[in-house]
């Protein structure tokens, strides 16, 4: 699995867009970008995740760069809820049962 | 919406003894798991387990932690004879197969253990 490099701290006023970076440099064809929440010692939350292609969901928007080599979370309007930390994960997709490896994530800060 | 449902939220425990930490996983997964995070620390993986066997464990998993599906809907995480640094946050997950995102995986909100 890919070494990702996060920031380890972000602050973001309410309301504005937060964009979250990641390096995965060492990422492989058939990994994916991963990327979960976890708020305050609750269960990670899965946000979104994409290969090549930009991705959007309810939650989130992904932006992957051509070469994969690194990624940007976007929350369009945060606000003090999604204060959490966030990891940026990649993942080879097997079918099921590939473990999750956790870094240190980006603490994310939403003031109002 | 389908969620991983985990019991008790907080367990108390002698150190010595044995736990059983449970975990009912989203109804149609089949790929079940055990994360744990010590306090101020990273995430951790425990153990993978996928048609009633362990997929994948990690080394912190030794002799002293088991894994079981005893019916269909519960996951279970022994701890034999628990030590003080057992106490952790210890989170279930559980992923589909087959599916658009097959390798999501669902955490439930954590059994806080505290071993004195």
């Known amino acids: 699995d890919a070494k990702t490099t996060q920031p380890p701290s972000m602050d973001c006023a309410e309301g504005r867009a937060a964009n979250l970076p990641c390096n995965h440099s060492?990422?492989?064809?058939?990994?994916?970008v991963y990327w979960y929440r976890q708020i305050h010692s609750q269960g990670p939350q899965y946000i979104i995740h994409?290969?090549?292609n930009n991705e959007t969901n309810e939650m989130a928007s992904l932006i992957i760069t051509e070469d994969r080599k690194s990624s940007t979370l976007i929350l369009p309007h945060a606000t003090l809820r999604d204060t959490a930390v966030y990891y940026c994960i990649g993942v080879v997709t097997q079918g099921g049962s590939e473990k999750l490896v956790f870094g240190k994530g980006t603490k994310l800060t939403v003031n109002p | 919406e389908p969620e991983v449902t985990q019991t008790p939220s907080h367990q108390v425990t002698q150190m010595g003894q044995e736990v059983i930490l449970r975990c009912v996983p989203i109804?149609?997964?089949?790929?079940f798991y055990w994360y744990r995070q010590i306090l101020g620390q990273k995430v951790e993986f425990l153990v993978s387990f996928y048609n009633n066997e362990i997929s994948e464990k990690s080394e912190i998993f030794d002799d002293q932690f088991s894994v079981e599906r005893p019916d269909g809907s519960n996951f279970t995480l022994k701890i034999r004879s628990t030590k003080l640094e057992d106490s952790a946050m210890y989170f279930c997950?559980?992923?589909?197969?087959?599916?658009?995102?097959?390798?999501?995986?669902?955490f439930g909100p954590g059994t806080r253990l505290t071993v004195l």
């Open positions: 060492t990422i492989s064809g058939n990994e994916y």
């Open positions: 997950a559980s992923s589909d197969s087959g599916a658009e995102h097959a390798d999501t995986q669902y």
């Open positions: 109804s149609n997964h089949l790929y």
């Open positions: 994409g290969l090549k």
